[in-house]
């Protein structure tokens, strides 16, 4: 049976001023007195006409369910599906090496550490990578340094520093104050002490890249002008910490050429490390943004962002470098990422300029000094150091994995004068 509302012209005489029954204003003013009457109200002792519901086909009952057999059926529940047996998470295969364009989310990464005594993996030897700057302007300078009979000849010693990419008014410091201490066993001593004081201050033991907190990966930003060794540098630190049983994920934001984040991509699978990577020519800010997105939701320990070789003077690159920057404390608000600007030590003098203009643009935190093993100069550290006051954190002396050596400034002048 179906209620329905009394037919429409029927309720209107309900509402209709005019009726008989209505009430009227009493002043003319047209508000009346009395209690409210809901106009949809259907009148007392109303009852429905069959005849109102002739458009209302009836419906019929349903027909009744008979079981195969004749009997009534039973009420059983649906057959609930067995979930499927998950494998236990170390069996899990592991995300591909090369993630593009796919969903960020994602099992979270149990690092298998690669096989070990590989010949590549070998730690590099600081001694043998200083050997050009040990055997080149460090040799020299003993040499000035023990002098004829009158003692040290300082004008010497002072171009040989200068010679060495110590930096002019550097050098001069340096031979000054070398001049000017007593407590110094020898003139070479002198000196090897006013350089090493020239490196700034550092934590004790080894340093390693900090989350901002508990669930955010540790950030690290790789910057530096064309060709200094960026990537290359990316793949050795990528091995060095998943060979500590750490899990990295690599963002190719040198979008710049096509090859670029093919070359991280042979990196992040030669070191057992995921890549987020974006098409050519892709904003580098929209990568790294990615990439933070599926290292949170991954719970990867480092993420490390390459970033296109730029010249220091172009000042529209270096905007773009700056919005990088701020895209990582947008993605992680309070991450202080590690901002480590790539060095080539061949370079000279000229790397000063460009470690400045890249301190400026995105607040340098440290320096890698790469191709040590190709200069015989290497007071370049030296300049920096004093320069910037942003510590050196390691040095490549070679092209192998294992040739990335932490800096540490005690091994480093002992090996330069060996
Ligand atoms: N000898 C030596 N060569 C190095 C070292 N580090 C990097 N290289 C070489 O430097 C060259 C350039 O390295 P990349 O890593 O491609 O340099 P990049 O800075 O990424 O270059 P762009 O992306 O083009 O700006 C490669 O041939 C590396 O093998 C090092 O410490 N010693
Ligand atoms: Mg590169």
Do not use: C
């Amino acid at each position: 049976m179906f209620w329905r509302r009394k037919p429409r012209d029927e309720a209107a005489d309900i509402d209709r001023p005019d009726r008989e029954d209505a009430p009227t204003s009493t002043d003319g003013s047209g508000i009346v007195d009395g209690p409210f009457v809901d106009p949809d109200a259907v009148p007392a002792g109303w009852e429905p006409d069959p005849a109102d519901f002739d458009d209302v086909p009836a419906a019929e009952p349903p027909p009744a369910a008979v079981s195969p057999a004749g009997a009534p059926p039973e009420h059983e529940p649906p057959p609930v599906a067995e979930p499927p047996a998950l494998d236990p998470i170390e069996t899990r295969p592991a995300p591909p090496a090369l993630v593009t364009d796919q969903p960020l989310w994602g099992p979270a990464v149990v690092p298998t550490p690669p096989a070990a005594g590989e010949p590549d993996e070998t730690p590099g030897d600081l001694a043998a990578g200083l050997e050009k700057s040990r055997t080149g302007f460090i040799g020299r300078l003993r040499g000035f340094l023990v002098g004829g009979p009158a003692g040290p000849s300082w004008d010497d010693v002072e171009e040989t520093l200068i010679a060495g990419d110590v930096g002019a008014s550097l050098a001069m410091d340096v031979v000054e104050r070398a001049r000017a201490r007593h407590d110094a066993t020898t003139s070479e001593a002198a000196v090897r002490a006013e350089l090493a004081a020239l490196l700034v201050p550092r934590e004790s033991g080894e340093w390693r890249p900090a989350p901002a907190g508990p669930g955010s990966p540790a950030v690290i930003l790789v910057v530096g002008v064309n060709g200094t060794g960026k990537t290359t540098t990316i793949g050795k630190l990528a091995s060095r910490y998943h060979h500590e049983g750490r899990s990295v994920l690599l963002a190719a934001a040198d979008t710049f050429r096509a090859a670029a984040s093919e070359q991280l991509g042979t990196w992040a699978a030669r070191s057992g490390s995921q890549i987020v990577s974006h098409a050519p020519g892709a904003d580098p800010g929209a990568v790294v943004f990615d990439a933070l997105d599926a290292a949170v939701a991954r719970h990867i320990d480092i993420v490390i962002a390459d970033t296109a070789g730029r010249l220091h003077t172009k000042v529209n690159l270096m905007d773009e470098l700056s919005k990088i920057r701020r895209i990582v404390d947008k993605r992680l608000p309070g991450a202080r990422p590690e901002t480590l600007f790539v060095l080539d030590a061949t370079t000279g003098q000229n790397g000063l300029a460009q470690a400045v203009a890249f301190h400026a643009a995105v607040g340098l935190t440290g320096v890698v000094l790469t191709k040590l093993d190709s200069t015989s100069k290497g007071g370049i550290v030296f300049a920096i150091e004093d320069s910037l006051k942003v510590p050196v954190r390691f040095v490549g002396v070679g092209e192998k994995v294992g040739d990335l050596l932490p800096f540490d400034p005690d091994a480093f002048v002992a090996a330069l004068f060996a």
